[in-house]
């Protein structure tokens, strides 16, 4: 979006240039990664990243508040409630769609908020190998305040692993090997010297739980968690030693109990210019009569499972009473074909990546490119110059 490093990207951009890239990507851990990589990363302007901190401090500071803590209860199903939950998570990430405003001006909306892991070590290695490949100015940056790849990485590093040995740390997950994330699993193992294990590899023996490093048999003090507590719910084949329910001896990071609190329950908590109207559905006492630009979204699902895009009134009419409250409906958001690219503009919905120790830091980000409907792959069939991506800012 600064037009100037758009116009010299693409001017310098070569197919062979892409693949090369790619294949280096994909040779790092001699692995072929099971997502597609976008042509291009996104340049975000000075005007524009002041209405993204902005956005990002209100919703920092909402997320600290006493008000937010009372709120986020209702959001956590008692059933699934995990023990020793921390004062805050560990982790979050919030994920914009680039808009504009009616002034035409570029402006961040809010589209979902997570408690939870992401790409925190792949983004890294794009970065890394973005620079390689292509001509990323030296005044520009992925990283946020002050960091650099080096200090980034420690403060992941510090987050995830602390002062404990970094083999008594797992990243826990399904059967790790077949997520479509794998590629960040490795780098976390390379990176910070945690290693991906599948949740059937752990044993318990009393509140103690253990792995098999190599044939030793190791302690586990802290889980990196990668579970997706709807993924697990459905693998009734996957059997398994514990249960999250239970006093274990861990500490997880982040807890999973935030994976519930800080997520779509929390948008109707948010109110500001960077919210679209989202209300809890058993609220909506008026159905709007333009249904077609809102949306439906569950509660208790992940990576869009369940979300109807064109709404009508007997989609929400099916819906029993009792489960009414299990739904938000929100205000359709408009995302901005912004970045041009050889066709046609592709629209760019940007996920930044804050710790949080004692209070909640941005450090990185990560990019979707779409020139679909909706930004997921089978939206995005057939298209190039879409995919996965990042964004950088100039100093």
């Keep these: 979006m600064i037009k100037s490093l758009r116009e010299k990207y693409i001017s310098e951009f070569t197919e062979s240039k892409y693949e090369e890239f790619v294949k280096d990507m994909n040779s790092e851990f001699d692995y072929k990664i099971d997502f597609r990589i976008a042509e291009t990363p996104i ?43 921390d004062e805050h998570t560990s982790l979050l990430a919030i994920d914009f769609a680039i808009c504009k405003d009616e002034n035409g001006e570029f402006i961040p909306q809010l589209i979902e908020l997570q408690g939870f892991a992401s790409l925190y070590c792949y983004q890294e290695l794009l970065n890394i190998k973005m620079r390689k490949h292509f001509d990323i100015g030296e005044n520009l940056n992925t990283h946020f305040n002050g960091l650099n790849p080096n200090s980034y990485m420690k403060i992941v590093k510090d987050t995830i692993v602390g002062d ?6 797992i990243l826990l997950d399904i059967e790790p090997e ?15 010297g945690v290693r991906p294990v599948c949740i059937t590899k752990v044993k318990r023996e009393g509140k103690k739980l253990f792995y098999d490093n190599n044939g030793k048999k190791t302690p586990i003090e802290k889980i990196y968690n990668r579970v997706i507590y709807d ?26 109990n935030w994976f519930f609190k800080i997520s779509k329950y929390s948008i109707p908590f948010l109110k500001n210019k960077y919210v679209p109207k989202t ?11 333009d249904l077609e630009n809102y949306v439906l979204k569950p509660l208790y699902s992940f990576a869009g499972a369940g ?21 938000i409906l ?24 804050f710790v949080w120790n ?38």
């Design 164 to 169: 404990t040995d970094p083999e008594n740390v």
């Design 358 to 395: 004692d209070k909640p830091q941005l450090i990185h980000n990560l990019v979707r490119l779409s020139k679909g409907k909706m930004m997921g792959v089978d939206f995005n069939k057939n298209q190039t110059w879409v995919g996965s991506s990042i964004a950088y800012h100039e100093e």
């Design 43 to 85: 340049f975000l302007p000075k005007k524009l990243m002041n209405e993204i901190n902005n956005a990002a401090e209100d919703f920092t500071t909402a997320l600290q508040s006493k008000e937010f803590r009372e709120f986020s209860k209702g959001g956590l199903p008692k059933q699934l409630e995990v023990p020793n939950e």
């Design 330 to 353: 929100q205000k359709k958001v408009n995302y901005e074909p912004s970045i041009v690219t050889p066709d046609i503009p592709a629209k760019a919905e940007l996920r930044l990546l």
């Design 279 to 289: 209300d809890f559905l058993n609220d909506v006492k008026d159905i709007p009569e």
């Design 307 to 327: 979300v109807i895009f064109d709404l009508k009134k007997e989609d929400l009419d099916a819906i029993p009473e009792d489960k009414r409250k299990d739904y």
């Design 231 to 256: 993924e697990l719910a459905k693998r009734s084949d996957i059997k398994y030693d514990f249960r999250f329910s239970e006093e274990l001896d861990v500490k997880w990071v982040a807890h999973p």
């Design 178 to 192: 077949k997520q479509k994330t794998y590629i960040d699993f490795l780098c976390t193992e390379k990176y910070i």
